[in-house]
């Protein structure tokens, strides 16, 4: 089955505690994306991925880091969480950028206190 | 600087009737569209889409228009469903200066009733 998987699901953290949430996809898409939701806000891209060791910025990359040294995981790092990252976080995959459907993991709602 | 514009946060249809979701956006550099619906606590789900060159995209029960002099499309439902109550994102893409750009909506939730 076509998929997309983000971990965890939830997370409740501290301030200033660093922390990854990983994201793995098994269709061997080439583009990866990392979004947030907030109310009002809709989705806005955070970092994006086109291929292996290829990363670069999206709308609100401020605070958060990302890499891809294999094709299917594209993890989000937060180096030093801060509550204004609290939101509902989704990766997404797709063979093409823009043109194409992409695929969203199921999401990943983080809490920083 | 909202470039995808979803002006109606929410909306609310008898089941049977036609649903019209509308977008707006700012950017001309924008070539092509796509829809995506959303159910809670599950990631959105690719619905249609639409390239600048056309007009209109069937798929089904889901249509969608682009008006590109007025910069705005819209995704039309029909019949409208029980099932089809989500929120609905339009994004717009471009490639500008080989920079990658997919920007969403901030969505209009959708609810049929019977």
């Known amino acids: 089955e076509a998929q997309v998987t983000q971990n965890p699901r939830y997370l409740i953290t501290v301030t200033g505690k660093k922390l990854t949430v990983t994201c793995s996809q098994n269709m061997n898409h080439e583009y990866m994306s990392w979004y947030r939701q907030d109310p009002g806000l809709g989705l806005r891209q955070i970092y994006y991925?086109?291929?292996?060791?290829?990363?670069d910025k999206g709308d609100v990359p401020e605070g958060y880091k990302v890499s891809r040294k294999e094709k299917r995981n594209f993890p989000l790092i937060l180096e030093s969480p801060s509550p204004n990252q609290t939101s509902l976080y989704f990766c997404?995959?797709?063979?093409?950028?823009?043109?194409?459907?992409?695929?969203f993991g199921q999401g990943t709602r983080l809490t920083v206190v | 600087d909202q470039q995808v514009k979803q002006n109606s946060p929410s909306l609310s249809v008898q089941e049977g009737r036609i649903s019209i979701l509308n977008c707006d956006y700012t950017?001309?550099?924008?070539?092509?569209f796509l829809w995506y619906k959303k159910y809670p606590a599950e990631g959105p789900t690719f619905l249609i889409s639409i390239s600048s060159i056309k007009d209109k995209n069937e798929d089904g029960r889901f249509t969608v228009f682009l008006n590109k002099s007025a910069k705005h499309l819209s995704l039309h439902i029909v019949p409208s469903q029980p099932g089809d109550s989500a929120v609905y994102f339009c994004a717009a893409s471009a490639r500008v200066f080989g920079t990658d750009k997919l920007i969403f909506g901030t969505g209009t939730r959708l609810q049929v009733f019977p």
């Open positions: 997404a995959s797709s063979w093409d950028f823009g043109v194409a459907e992409a695929f």
């Open positions: 950017n001309s550099m924008f070539d092509y």
């Open positions: 991925s086109m291929n292996v060791e290829v990363t």
